[in-house]
């Protein structure tokens, strides 16, 4: 009966600590402000470099406020991307400033932003981060383009330098 009772012990805890739960990671907070800021980051499922960017934010990205831009998908919102005049993925919106197309630095769109950043993520040197100069865009096209782009890394027509 005790090892009955051990064994059932320990699967309840061993299930509870798999459950996969996110955990807040080093983008937490930056990830939050932008969304308190207004930001907004446009894309596709099918776009590479839009699932660079989420990577780069890691769990965090729960917080960024990310519009999907093809209808296939079900939260798919073609209509606010039109509105917003996203032409290519990823594609960043602030508040009254200019969008940044490309897989960004978070602390780069931090500081655009005017968050905050965390201490403990501020450069070594006397430079903040820029924006990057990105080639990590996919222009928004024919559903051809589209299965192109997943299925290989973008050509120079699928890019904008």
């Known amino acids: 009966m005790k090892k009955l009772l051990t064994l059932s012990l320990f699967s309840i805890l061993l299930l509870g600590a798999c459950k996969g739960e996110p955990v ?8 939050q402000c932008l969304t308190d800021k207004g930001v907004k980051m446009y894309g596709a499922f099918w776009c590479p470099h839009c699932a660079e960017q989420k990577e780069r934010f890691g769990d965090d990205f729960r917080y960024i406020t990310y519009i999907e831009c093809d209808d296939r998908d079900p939260a798919g919102d073609s209509e606010a991307c039109r509105a917003a005049g996203v032409q290519n993925y990823p594609t960043w919106t602030f508040p009254g400033q200019e969008k940044e197309v490309g897989t960004q630095d978070p602390l780069a769109l931090a500081n655009k932003a005017n968050c905050d950043i965390p201490e ?4 070594t040197t006397d430079n903040e981060p820029a924006m990057e100069e990105s080639e990590d865009v996919v222009e928004e096209g024919t559903e051809a383009d589209e299965n192109e782009a997943m299925e290989e890394e973008p050509t120079e027509e699928t890019t904008e330098e």
Do not use: H, T
């Not at 403990?120 to 450069?123: D, I, L, R, V």
């Open 24 to 31: 807040d990671g080093q983008y937490a907070e930056v990830a």
């Open 120 to 123: 403990s993520m501020m450069p």
